[in-house]
């Protein structure tokens, strides 16, 4: 129902996709001699653009589990399930396409790179993973609950175990999904972790959402947490350590990012969440529902899918600051204007081919008018 829609996921997903375009522009683009510490404005340009794929995989997986936990509370989830299973094989299907060389493969040059894993080969294959779970789980949410919340927690206290995994006797297709190795960008580890605990939040949301001081205690509990994790996550996995003397425990302090971006992840829901009512029906919220869209515009332009000609081609880490901040800022209204054109132009065409199909269908006859007209 409408009335139920979660507006602050829109906005979250528009947050994360915009921060995606102005990191992927500015990243590829920027000259190198920029990139360093000393610069401030590069060190918090880097902070911030680290919290863009956390943001993006735990909303992910919020959105998701929370529609199929509605569809399954009005006996509908069949239909859901269908819609979920085909939009993550699509994904899948989309990452890989978009890194096909076909002009060097027209040319007889073939290679493996575009095998690697992104954003979308991940995004698709944790939902399939996500509809397992909910399958084993769905008879009891709370049981679902605590699955997803020890699988996060697992995947990002393991991290140290698979953080240099190499697959050399695994086929490189699957080997991809795993190691980092053959050139993936993403990988499952560690980044269903974070879809894990977005799952673990749409199972709270879908219990407890339409209880009276359910808004205000979240939002509390956002900034609560996510200050706990920023600033005693590895303080805690420390003390774990000097409990149980189970040195992965140490090892995960020692280089504890995958808590303090979830951390972040969780002021940015609260934040969001509290201002939820200003962004209803607003030009955020159009934005967070063509995510898909806005990804793969971009992608073509900067990085010349199919063709091998985009930005990259021509302007490869050679902008200056200026002109990089400049740049990302029309890259982004341009990128937001095509998809929101092609919107349009979808609508326009579906409308008339709807009228086409009209005209070619033979209209139906209603056989008892006709047999009275014919007595």
């Not at 490189?172 to 560690?190: D, E, H, I, Q, R």
């Not at 805690?236 to 140490?250: G, P, S, W």
């Not at 091998?308 to 021509?314: E, Q, R, S, V, W």
Request: charged fraction near 15%; include cysteine.
């Amino acid at each position: 129902m409408k009335a139920n829609r979660l507006y602050f996921i829109d906005a979250v997903r528009a947050f994360a996709i915009l921060m995606m375009l102005q990191g992927h522009f500015v990243d590829t683009l920027l000259n190198p001699i920029y990139r360093d510490d000393s610069y401030t404005a590069y060190t918090v340009w880097s902070y911030f653009r680290g919290i863009t794929a956390p943001v993006f995989f735990t909303i992910s997986g919020l959105v998701f589990l929370y529609l199929l936990l509605k569809a399954h509370a009005k006996g509908s989830d069949k239909r859901r399930l269908r819609k979920g299973a085909t939009r993550a094989v699509m994904l899948i299907g989309i990452g890989y396409a978009l890194r096909i060389p076909f002009f060097s493969w027209l040319k007889g040059s073939f290679d493996t790179y575009f095998l690697v894993i992104d954003v979308l080969q991940c995004i698709g294959l944790s939902l399939l993973l996500l509809i397992g779970l909910y399958l084993l789980c769905r008879r009891n949410s709370y049981i679902l609950s605590v699955a997803l919340l020890t699988i996060g927690c697992l995947i990002f206290v393991t991290e140290p175990l698979y953080r240099n995994l190499t697959l050399e006797k695994v086929p490189l297709v699957f080997a991809n999904y795993l190691s980092k190795s053959n050139g993936s960008v993403f990988t499952m580890l560690p980044w269903f972790g974070y879809v894990a605990f977005g799952g673990f939040f749409a199972t709270l949301f879908f219990r407890n959402s339409q209880k009276k001081y359910f808004k205000p205690i979240t939002v509390t509990a956002f900034f609560v947490l996510g200050a706990i994790l920023l600033q005693y996550s590895t303080i805690i996995l420390q003390r774990l350590f000097e409990i149980t003397h189970v040195e992965l425990f140490e090892r995960s302090a020692n280089y504890n990012y995958l808590f303090l971006r979830l951390g972040n992840v969780l002021v940015y829901f609260g934040f969001f969440y509290m201002l939820e009512r200003f962004m209803k029906q607003s030009i955020v919220t159009r934005i967070g529902e063509t995510t898909l869209n806005i990804y793969i515009v971009h992608f073509i332009i900067i990085y010349g899918s199919f063709t091998g000609i985009g930005l990259k081609h021509f302007y490869y880490k050679s902008l200056e600051p200026w002109e990089a901040v400049f740049g990302a800022i029309l890259f982004i209204v341009a990128v937001c204007f095509i998809v929101f054109h092609i919107g349009k132009t979808n609508a326009f065409i579906y409308k008339y081919l709807r009228k086409l199909l009209h005209l070619v269908k033979p209209p139906k006859v209603n056989l008892e008018k006709s047999k009275n007209e014919n007595q």
